[in-house]
């Protein structure tokens, strides 16, 4: 249901930026850069075989306190340490896509440590994100959750610059 609703409200932004564009002469270069970074998401997406999340949703589910994991891949020291979403956990990935794991690429952590931060329930709604859309650190964490046998992962592509663009409250270790 997310995942299509992701793909209509995807083709109605593009839509709507296309038609901003039309109105305006110099938006014309910009628009091809949107729309290769909505194809790049739409693709990674269908790809992975995971669904995707709103900064909105990811706020209502927390809100409500729905069980989940939530995993920030971006590095501790240089991001997570700073600013997270709150109750996330830290996972680093690689940002080129990862197709077979190499601990070298994840901080020094094997697929067990990350099985071991998902836990045990295959079907626990898993959050995977990152810094921003174009950030496919987020990709290489959903796409291993589904490798490694979760059922219920979804991608929030906004990641933390999203999160602080809705001015919700971020965490820290700082």
């Given at each position: 249901?997310?995942?299509?609703?992701?793909?209509?409200?995807?083709?109605?932004?593009?839509?709507?930026?296309?038609?901003?564009?039309?109105?305006?002469?110099?938006?014309?270069?910009?628009?091809?850069?949107?729309?290769?970074?909505?194809?790049?998401?739409?693709r990674e997406v269908q790809k992975g075989d995971y669904d995707v999340i709103d900064t909105a949703e990811l706020k209502a589910l927390i809100d409500k306190g729905t069980d989940m994991v939530i995993v920030d891949?971006?590095?501790?020291?240089?991001?997570?340490?700073?600013?997270?979403?709150?109750?996330?956990?830290?996972?680093?990935?690689?940002?080129?896509?990862?197709?077979?794991?190499?601990?070298?690429?994840?901080?020094?952590?094997?697929?067990?440590?990350?099985?071991?931060?998902?836990?045990?329930?295959?079907?626990?709604?898993?959050?995977?994100?990152?810094?921003?859309?174009?950030?496919?650190?987020?990709?290489?964490?959903?796409?291993?959750?589904?490798?490694?046998?979760?059922?219920?992962?979804?991608?929030?592509?906004?990641?933390?610059?999203?999160?602080?663009?809705?001015?919700?409250?971020?965490?820290?270790?700082?």
């Amino acid at each position: 249901m997310i995942k299509k609703n992701f793909l209509l409200a995807l083709t109605a932004l593009l839509a709507l930026s296309f038609l901003g564009g039309c109105l305006g002469t110099d938006k014309f270069k910009a628009e091809v850069e949107k729309e290769k970074g909505a194809i790049k998401l739409v693709r990674e997406v269908q790809k992975g075989d995971y669904d995707v999340i709103d900064t909105a949703e990811l706020k209502a589910l927390i809100d409500k306190g729905t069980d989940m994991v939530i995993v920030d891949t971006m590095p501790y020291e240089a991001s997570y340490k700073k600013n997270h979403v709150p109750g996330a956990v830290a996972f680093e990935f690689p940002i080129p896509d990862m197709d077979e794991w190499d601990n070298s690429k994840t901080a020094g952590k094997s697929q067990d440590d990350y099985v071991a931060l998902l836990g045990p329930d295959k079907d626990k709604l898993i959050v995977v994100y990152c810094g921003f859309v174009k950030c496919t650190r987020s990709h290489n964490g959903a796409v291993w959750a589904k490798k490694l046998g979760y059922n219920n992962v979804v991608r929030y592509p906004g990641g933390i610059f999203a999160w602080k663009g809705a001015d919700y409250p971020v965490g820290s270790e700082d």
